[in-house]
């Protein structure tokens, strides 16, 4: 069999469907025997799962090598991030785990072997490239959340020292509080405890709640969205331009000519 031959086959194998499907299943099913390690196993049964986990590790690097010799330009192959990311995750899967100074590091892999998901999914690798991208303006946003939690901090530690020292101790402690506040865990407890004191202190808690779980995650949640809707509009063109189809560039530039030689034809 030649080369192009054999690139063709593999090809068509990496761009099955239902091989896609095998793969994400034995990946799951990977993340699934690493849990079962995690229990009280007789000799028998432990016995067995080493030996499904070296055939799983076998399988991942035939996987890889099929996926190699399908690319058509051999070069950039590991110039995508996802192929590098799941080269090393098979390679470094095939340490021996009965081995008591690379146990751990073994056991650890084989877990993270359950991210290859997102490499072999496009919609999670559609969701963990948004959020990756939404980082850089998330991180205004937490920034004046934090702001704002440094200043109630202080004013609550200013006012509720003296009522509760285990909520409102110091700075830091009252940071803590104010993420119980936040999540909603039990929080009108620590506002009641303030209110024997402070009849009004629920004005404290009602901004405070305002200001991080109505204004700020809401913002949060807008900013992942709309990335989200630019990446998913991305894929969309990126894969109209495999399939031949025009873009929305290309239709409006066929309408203006389309306009203009109407134009002519009326003159």
Not at 83 to 92: G, Y
Not at 213 to 224: D, E, Q, R, Y
Request: proline share 2%; no cysteine.
């Amino acid at each position: 069999m030649s080369a192009a031959s054999l690139q063709a086959k593999f090809l068509d194998i990496r761009s099955n469907k239902l091989f896609e499907i095998f793969v994400v299943s034995v990946i799951i099913f990977s993340a699934l025997l690493v849990g079962a390690k995690t229990y009280e196993m007789g000799s028998g049964v432990q016995q067995l799962t080493t030996i499904l986990d070296w055939v799983i590790s076998a399988f991942f690097l035939t996987e890889i090598i099929i996926r190699f010799v399908a690319e058509p330009n051999k070069g950039q192959f590991f110039k995508h991030f996802w192929n590098i990311f799941d080269t090393l995750i098979v390679l470094v899967s095939l340490i021996p785990a009965d081995n008591a100074d690379l146990a751990v590091i073994g056991r650890l892999v084989r877990v993270f072997r359950v991210l290859r998901m997102i490499s072999i999914i496009p919609e999670l690798r559609i969701l963990l490239v948004s959020l990756v991208k939404a980082l850089p303006q998330l991180g205004y946003v937490m920034l004046l959340m934090f702001i704002i939690f440094y200043i109630y901090a202080a004013v609550g530690s200013t006012l509720f020292e003296s009522i509760n020292p285990v909520l409102w101790g110091d700075i830091t402690i009252s940071l803590l509080t104010l993420f119980r506040v936040m999540t909603f865990e039990d929080w009108t407890d620590v506002m009641y405890e303030t209110m024997e004191v402070y009849s009004l202190s629920w004005i404290y808690y009602l901004t405070f709640i305002f200001f991080t779980a109505f204004a700020f995650l809401n913002m949060v949640i807008g900013i992942v969205v709309n990335v989200m809707e630019q990446e998913n509009a991305k894929a969309r063109a990126e894969n109209s331009e495999l399939q031949g189809e025009p873009t929305l560039q290309e239709i409006y530039a066929k309408l203006q000519s389309l306009q203009q030689s109407i134009d002519s034809i009326k003159k």
